[in-house]
């Protein structure tokens, strides 16, 4: 017997901070039952991801989303079901179809097989900032599609997975990074206004630079986002991200991560400070996550580079 779920049952199994849908007026979680794993502890700026594993056999009533939705089928297969222009259409989806939703449209769809797949939700007011004006619309959407592939967009997703699989060791602006990546090429490719034209080769200018510069070596001890780089810098990150790469020559992740150890060797040369402290002047509040950071930096553990320098 096919299961019909209500807005009533997605709301009893809503955690705090979900990837949501409206339905019967009520904003509710796009699954029934918990996530796997989610991304929401991380606090990165803009999306949010979660992957989901059930075998379900499921009816949604009409319905839209909140957000750009973004999911991609991660093993085994699925038949969906979806209402459009007044009929039903019908496909069976294995491993690397994804599906993209914008949020001015309804649908009613119907699942039926193993669901293991990565959903990400996407701030359209976060999008609109990414992209800086430079498209062509006031509002930038998405039409559904309900099975289609793309490799690039499937790696990045993939690389967002296992950083979380592994409880983001590479930090908060790496994982923004990727988002943006993913968002960004959604755009490109999939939004339903045409794209303007991106500078791809400039720089940014020297004084915005060393005030970026600056920015990063006063907050070494702290979390950076890559929004407040791009803030200082008075760019769109995404935008920021590829000329501070083409100015420097590293990512903006990069760069952090040289100067932290940078700063890690300093400290060790010239300070008594116990390795753990010394983890957590230059921002790693984990003193395995840091040595394992300076070891593949500097090719030596904290410990043996400071006896080496004695």
């Not at 075998?55 to 991660?74: G, N």
């Not at 039903?88 to 989806?93: A, G, H």
């Not at 793309?150 to 983001?168: C, K, M, N, P, T």
Request: aromatic share 8%; with cysteine.
């Amino acid at each position: 017997m096919r299961k019909v779920v209500s807005a009533r049952d997605l709301d009893r199994a809503a955690p705090q901070r979900r990837i949501t849908l409206l339905a019967d007026s009520s904003r509710v979680p796009v699954m029934p039952g918990e996530p796997v794993l989610s991304s929401a502890s991380q606090r990165w700026e803009g999306f949010l991801l979660e992957r989901h594993l059930t075998d379900l056999t499921a009816e949604f009533p009409e319905h839209r989303h909140t957000a750009i939705a973004l999911s991609l089928q991660l093993n085994a297969s699925i038949q969906l079901e979806w209402k459009s222009a007044s009929r039903w259409q019908s496909v069976v989806t294995g491993a690397g179809s994804m599906l993209v939703h914008g949020c001015s449209g309804s649908s009613q769809s119907i699942l039926n097989g193993r669901y293991d797949r990565l959903g990400l939700e996407l701030n359209p007011a976060h999008l609109a900032k990414l992209t800086e004006g430079r498209f062509a619309g006031a509002m930038i959407d998405f039409v559904d599609r309900w099975s289609f592939s793309d490799e690039r967009l499937e790696y990045l997703l993939r690389v967002l997975l296992a950083e979380l699989q592994l409880g983001a060791p590479n930090g908060r602006l790496f994982g923004e990074q990727v988002g943006n990546a993913i968002a960004m090429l959604l755009a490109r490719q999939y939004a339903t206004v045409k794209v303007g034209t991106y500078g791809i080769s400039g720089r940014i200018p020297p004084a915005r630079l060393t005030q970026v510069l600056d920015y990063i070596e006063a907050h070494l001890d702290q979390q950076t986002h890559l929004s407040d780089l791009a803030e200082t810098a008075s760019m769109s990150p995404f935008y920021f991200a590829r000329l501070f790469k083409n100015s420097v020559g590293v990512s903006p992740h990069k760069y952090v991560t040289m100067r932290r150890i940078k700063r890690a060797k300093e400290l060790l040369q010239r300070s008594s400070m116990s390795v753990l402290e010394i983890g957590v002047r230059v921002g790693y509040l984990d003193a395995k996550h840091f040595r394992g950071i300076f070891r593949r930096e500097a090719g030596v553990s904290p410990k043996e580079f400071r006896s080496l320098q004695s």
